[in-house]
């Protein structure tokens, strides 16, 4: 007989437990330690005189940024301002101080790239049936302890084999891909700035969408700049709670809050999505209340993603959400009136498809990222007429 690990056992027994009780099978372990195990904020520090002595072939002047005195810079990108003597790398581990100027290291060395359904992003109102360019370097601004991605995302730009990439070669390769629009992805591509918003004016001009698929946590100024080319997004509302995003993200809620509004005001298609991760995020009380904030602050209208969570990276000893769990998500914001709300990595429920607010019929089938039924003319049901909020 074959011999497993112990976490291996666990990892297995978890996951089978998990799919063979269609109830919340392990709601007994949802007590407070459960919940409240680990430090209170893990928020990413400075890397201390770890920067580069010189730029490389991949290295670009940040954007705003300000110089200070001493030779000192502040990062103006993301909400943790990192402030970095000379020698220091930020809080992304993408941006550098070297003699009193910042430099992003992430620009045009892409260590992930691919052609994806834009379904996957997920992105349901925007361009379906179409392929997405979709590209990342590495670097995040959170410490995620559930990151499906920290393979790249919890690395220095060196630490990673790279493609060589820039900008007007992203674009060829986009326009030779067949894709509609162009992805920044995978990681968080805030902090790959510089590289993402000189691609997307390029992309604009060549008659590509952009889409931003990012943890929302940019600052006001820089956000409103890649507005003025941005097509679409998915903004991963992490929880609803300031000492959950602390504790689980290395972040803080409200910078995020205030994307959203942002996002809406510039009329920027955008879709919400919140991973459900037991023990955190999975309250109804804490959903019912972001719930009601969406619908006082964006509307009825932007899509609600709720995502099934998986034991990944530093979590990866919690079960998988259980099914009744997102269901029970799913038709409390649906009572709360959030007019689309669905769930993601749950195959053949319906809370993949798409059903008109008003007649609720069948509009957009989904079957992984294949549409089998397509019940749209332009952007209105084909039934009643309803216009159907999106980018069709």
Known sequence: MKKISRRNFIFYSTALLSNAFPC???????????????????????????????????THEGYFYKKLEGGK??????????????????????????????YSLTYGNPCALNVDPIEKKPLFHFKPRSKAFSLATTGCNFRCLNC?????SQVKPTEVRHHELFPPGVIKAAIQSGSKSIAYTYSEP?????????TSRLA?????????????????????EFCKVLDGANVNLKSFSDAIYRKLNGGRLQPVLNTFKTLH???????????????????????????????K????????????????????????????????????????????????????HEGNNTYCHNCKKLLIERQGYYIPTYNLTGNQCKFCKTVIPGVW
């Open 73 to 102: 810079v502040v990062c103006g990108i993301c909400p943790n301002r990192c402030i970095l003597s000379s020698g220091d790398r930020s809080v992304c581990r993408s941006r550098v101080n070297i003699n009193g100027v910042l």
């Open 204 to 224: 604009k001009e060549n008659g590509l969408y952009n889409l931003w698929i990012s943890n929302g946590y940019i600052n006001k100024k820089p956000l409103l």
């Open 190 to 198: 805030t902090t790959f700035f510089e590289y993402m918003i000189d």
């Open 297 to 348: 602050n964006l509307g009825a209208d932007h899509p609600l993603h709720f995502l099934r969570f998986f034991p990944r990276y530093k979590l990866d000893r919690l079960p998988p959400t259980p099914v009744s769990t997102l269901t029970r998500f799913r038709d409390l914001a649906l009572q709360e009136g959030i007019r689309y709300v669905y769930l993601g990595n749950v195959p053949g």
């Open 24 to 58: 919340n099978a392990f709601a007994l372990l949802k007590g407070k330690n459960y919940e409240i195990s680990g430090p209170d904020d893990i928020r990413g520090k400075v890397f201390k005189g770890d920067a580069p002595a010189t730029p490389w072939k991949w």
């Open 265 to 295: 005001e510039q009329k920027i298609h955008f879709e919400i999505t919140n991973l459900a991760v037991p023990g955190y995020t999975d309250d109804p009380d804490m959903v019912k209340k972001m719930c009601e904030w969406i619908l």
């Open 148 to 152: 499906q991605n920290w393979e790249i």
